[in-house]
Each structure stands twice: as C-alpha cells, then as structure tokens.
C-alpha cells in the first residue's frame, strides 16, 4: 500500500532475506511473517499428520500458525519475531526439533538471571499503559512486558476516532491515542523509573517462588520478581467451525489490521467479513479505506452487535450486511479462493440454498478470549463467564484478584472497548500504588471514585447490557458499591425494522431527523442532521459545536437533541463525530448543498465529479465537489456536494470518480 487516507508508513531499510533459498527482500525490523505476506508468500507452515497449508492467523503471538524454522531455530513466531538482514526462513512441516544445525545461538543471560521488580506489568496496550502511568505518577518503579514489536496494543490499529467522553479521548483516533500514551511515559523510561522489555513474553509464572519466567526475542529466558503484578494481556481471537477454517487466507481480524494499518501490506483484495460486532464493522470499514472490497458482512445474530453508526458507516458505502447468515465452508487448495455462505433460522440451523461469494480471504470477528494463563497458574479464583468471553479472574472493586501479588485490567478482565480498558489500567496502577503506600488513604478513595465513575456512565448504553450482564459475577463481596448495574438496553420496537438491524434508517425513522422545515428552507448555510439513533457513550458532537446547537448530555449515552436556531451549518460536528453520523444540508437556494463527512482514499478535490451514494449504498446522482473543508485537521474532510433537493434525506456519501 502506498496511498492511504489516514495513515502514513515510515519504513526503515530494504534487506536481503531468504525463504527457502529463494532470496527475497522488505523492510528490516518488520516482522517476518509481514515480510513473506508482501512477497505473496502465505503458507508458512504444514501440519504433521495432515501436512495442511497454515498461515497467518493472530499476529500478536498468542497462536502456532505462523511458526517457521529461523535460521535454524524451529517454531519461531514469525508474527512477532522482526526480519534482518539474511535470515533464513524455512517453511516447518509439522513440529520443530532442535537439531545440531540449529545455528541460532541462544542469547547468554546478562548479569543476575533474576531481575527485581517493584511492579510487574504484564502487556503494553492500553489498559497496561495507563496502569503504567497511574503507578509511574505515585512514584512507583514499573517493569512493562510486552511481546509485540510496537507498544499500544490494539491502539497502533485503530484509524478510527474513539467513542466516550471529549474530557478524556473521545475523537482522537486510536493510533493517535497510543503516540499521546508512549509520549507520556517517555520521561520515566529517560529517569529510569520505567524499564520496558518489548519483544518479551511472559511465560508462566511460578507463585511459590513468586517469580514470572519471560522469553525475550525467541531466544533469551530470564526471571522477574516482582512485589506487584498487573496483567494486562488483552484477549485473542475466536475461531468458528467450519470446513477450511485452517486455510491461509482465513485471518483474524487483529492480523488483518496489524498488516494493513501498522505495516501498510494489504491483506486482500476481497474479503468476507464474519461477524458484525464492533471489531467486524470497524475492520470493514478500514479495508475499505485501505483499498481492498469488502464483498459481505455475514452475522449469525438477528441484527448487528456493534454500535449501529458504525453498521451504517458500512452499509452506505455499498457494503451488504447479511444477518442470519453464517459461513458454511471456504474454498480452496493451498488459501482461500472463496466461501459458501447459507442463511440459518432462529435456533441457528442451516436453511435456504447455499451462496458462494467469491473471495480471496475471510476475515473472522467472531469475538475474543481473554488471556488469563497467568491468572490460573497464580491459584486466581476464576469465573467462567459468556458475556466477558470465558473465563476471567474475580476481583474486588480495586481490582485486585484473590492472589494479593495480582490485579486485572482491560480485556483480560472481560471484553469491552479500548475506553474502559485505560480506565480499568488506570484504577489497577492507582489500587497496586495504594497497596506499596505510594498514596494515601483519602486520595486514593476520591481518586478510585472518580474512576469507577467514568467507568459506569461508559457502561450505561445500551450497547453493553452484556457487560453490565458479565460483571455483576466476577466482583467480591463487599465490592460492588462502586459498581453500578443499572443501564440501558436494546429498543424491542426498533429491533423489529429489518433495516434498522443492519444499519439503515427506515422510511419513519429518517421524518424523525429532519429538521423544521420552515427554518430550514431559510436557513442559509443549511442546518445538521444527526442519524444517531441509539444510546452509546460518545458526546464529540455537543463537544465541538461552537454556538451550542447540539445541547449538553445529561448522560453521555443520550442521543443527540438539537436546538435548530443555534446552528450556523458549520459543519464542525460533521468532522468530529466518530460515528460520521452528522450530515449538514443547505436548502435555502435553488438546488441544496450537503456537506458530508469523508475519509476514502482519494483525497478530494474541488472540481471532481463524484457518485452520490444512499444508505444502502446505491447510487442515485452525480455530481461535483464545489468545497472541500478538513476543520479539525485530522483529516476527516467535510466535502460540500450540489444534489437536487428531493435527494438531501437520501444522499449520505459520495464516492470520487477516477480522476484518470
């Protein structure tokens, strides 16, 4: 990928490296796996018994399907382990022994085999980097593990802007958010007080010697002691049964983004998406922007599981979403050449005719698991627990679980969003600082409430019922006070519209987000139109609207409520909302003007004849680009488009026509 919207790819030098004999050539320090999917190269590995093609799969290390021999070293992570200059790659068929040519010399302990730590933090994403600077504040001296090559976790593959609160990092996009957190923590790394070991997995960890056992490159084993440990390892992907599910092309959705959006290789050029949860729709929308077509989103559920703007984000770009629809079987010999797909009924049993899409990979959202191998090797008292994604440790409303040398955070805590995983990072460093008598009693008190109440009114909407649902099992006696379990749930009545389950506004729906007509027709430079109908934290719009137009939330989850005569159709919450769910349309001359949000490939242009697209995608007009604006210079741009009057409650997006 060379050109993308958002995103710019800083590469080190080209190297020499060879896979089986054959000499190829990428960038040095990427990992190797990238390195071979850049060279078309996609079956890395074969099964023993079976001698199966397998692939890429996880990308964060937490899985087999990328092991490889390594100059001579068999079942190195390739997915982690960075390319240099030379490496031999081999293709492994079935398991790896060590043999007398295995070459690569095993790196000699430096100094003392155990390190001394205050406190252990255990994964580098954003739960563990706020727990880093929670307990860095205090005074307390931190060791980071993290076994990616890049700190932030699933922050580095966010283009997205974030949801939640404006006083926080509500509209910040997430790779964004990782560069604010890594600069943060920047001066305690230049003192001393942070210690960070990238490329380093922790292992086990032995509770009767207290002591956590890492790997270090794929070659170096050391110890740590720590008088505190916070496990922040994130979760990893499901996998759903069925028929070549094991063919390289079948790709998790995390491996999916780490190529396209940290290392700028595209996965794809057609994909079938499975699952329309949040990870399903934002991933769609991030091939799209990458380049690559999205041929399907199929959903076993009834409607979408993700936030609705973000299904709609999708749907008006032409992209079908197909509920009860599951994937059947992939086909193909070596990778995936495409997939038949069949509708299911109620009790998810396979009905209708089967359907072949035609594709060349398949992208599985299917959810994750936390990662809590740590946890049941430390004796935690665990809970399995469906609507956190299995199983999790219980823990007091500190956060800390029954091992006291331990606490949780983030998605190995349960699975939610990036927003609660730094507030739960956040209340762990406070909690591990309390417990070192780095904080008093009364700050850590108001300190800790302050906390727990961001994190209730994050969980109020009605997007996580589930979670509110999971949680209500994993605290201690005596903890929930701080935890509240009230919130709202999905709307019976909306849930009934067909359309509305996938992310488009009905007929009735879209007269209800009209504004007044006699104002309207008056109003020059047009009035807002916001189509976000359901209850989820987020208030960039309010935030940013600079007459007070968009009134203030009396709870973050409330739907947006206009006061017409403030706007002036600035347009700036058409740039700020991260849902791009805010439209501006400008009825007071002879044709109408909407400014839409924009954040395709092709940079747009005054001048350039576009497609006019509705809600499903369709294609109902053409017409030209008069202005182009980028008001927050983030570049979401909000480009000015002339369509006829009857088509201002249809258009929501455009797509450019190509310029050669």
Known sequence: MRDHPILHFSRGRKVIFYHDGRP?????????????????VKVLSYTKKYHRPRGFFCAIGKCSSCFMKVDGLPNVRTCIT?????????TQHGLGRFTESSTLALEEPQGSSIVQAEVLIIGGGPAGLSACLEALRWGCKVTLVDESLRLGGQLI?????????????????GIEIAQILQRQLSPYIGSGQLKVLSNTSAVAYYAKENVALCEQSEKRL???????????????EKLVPFVNNDLPGVYGAGAVQTLMNVYGVLPGKRVLMVGAGNIGLIVSYQLLQAGAEVAAIVELAPSVGGYWVHAAKVRRLGVPILLRHTVKKVVGESHVEGAVIQEVDEKGELIGEEKFVECDTVCLAVGLSPT?????????????????????????????????RFWVAGDVAGIEEATTAMLE??????????ALNRVDETTFESRLEGYWNKLNELRMGETSYRVRRGLSQVFTEGSLPLFQLVGDSPLEDRLQDEQFRSGVLSENMVETVAPPMELWKKK??????????????CDPCHANCPTGAILPFENINDVPRIDYSKCTGCAMCVAACPGLACFVADISGEQAILKLPYEMSAKPQVGDEVVCLDRCGRKVARSKIV??????????????VVVPKDLVMHVRTIRVIDRG
């Open 24 to 40: 190829l050539e990428w960038y040095e320090n990427e990992p190797i796996a990238v390195a071979l999917y850049a060279n078309n």
């Open 82 to 90: 960075p390319l240099k200059e030379g490496m031999r790659i081999e």
């Open 157 to 173: 593959k966010q283009t997205h802007k974030f949801f939640g609160s404006s006083k926080d990092f509500a509209g910040v996009r």
């Open 222 to 236: 050391f110890m740590i002691e720590p008088e505190a440990i916070i496990v922040s390892t994130g979760a990893m």
């Open 372 to 404: 809590v191998e740590l946890f049941w090797q430390a004796g935690c008292e665990m809970a399995y627990v469906n609507d956190l994604g299995g199983f999790v440790p219980k823990r007091d409303h500190t956060l800390r679980t029954s091992n006291p």
């Open 425 to 434: 990072g956040s209340i762990a460093g406070l909690s591990v600082s309390r």
């Open 524 to 537: 020059k430079n047009g009035l807002v139109i916001i189509e976000c109908p359901q209850k989820i934290p």
């Open 627 to 640: 202005r182009v604006q980028e008001p927050r210079k983030d570049k979401t741009y909000v480009v000015h």
